[in-house]
Nanobody, 114 residues
Framework: QVQLVESGGGLVQPGGSLRLSCAAS????????MAWYRQAPGKQRELVAV???????NYADSVKGRFTISRDNAKKTVYLQMNSLKPEDTAVYYC????????WGQGTQVTVSS
């Protein structure tokens, strides 16, 4: 149905920015709510941001005001713009369908460190 590939992670200094991309396949992309999740070492996977088919959004309190989720239906891509990054944002970031995700992929590593 939907195949998702995350990219854009890397090493960034505190206060810096990264833009993550999630490339999707499937003709029904526009009908799905999509989300970014993250999982830090030793911690539970957590929901970071959600974007619905109508482009409304929800954010975790920890990232609200710093992160922006968006989607380009023509490109079948979901983005996560991350600004003012903190060491606490270090995690593997995954995209998936919300609220019933498919199997988890490799994700993309984000490391915030000096």
């Amino acid at each position: 149905q939907v195949q998702l590939v995350e990219s854009g992670g890397g090493l960034v200094q505190p206060g810096g920015s990264l833009r993550l991309s999630c490339a999707a396949s499937g003709s029904s992309f526009i009908f799905y709510a999509m989300a970014w999740y993250r999982q830090a070492p030793g911690k539970q996977r957590e929901l970071v941001a959600v974007i619905f088919s109508g482009h409304s959004t929800n954010y975790a309190d920890s990232v609200k005001g710093r992160f922006t989720i968006s989607r380009d239906n023509a490109k079948k891509t979901v983005y996560l713009q991350m600004n003012s990054l903190k060491p606490e944002d270090t995690a593997v970031y995954y995209c998936n369908v919300h609220p019933a995700p498919y199997s988890w992929g490799q994700g993309t590593q984000v490391t915030v460190s000096s």
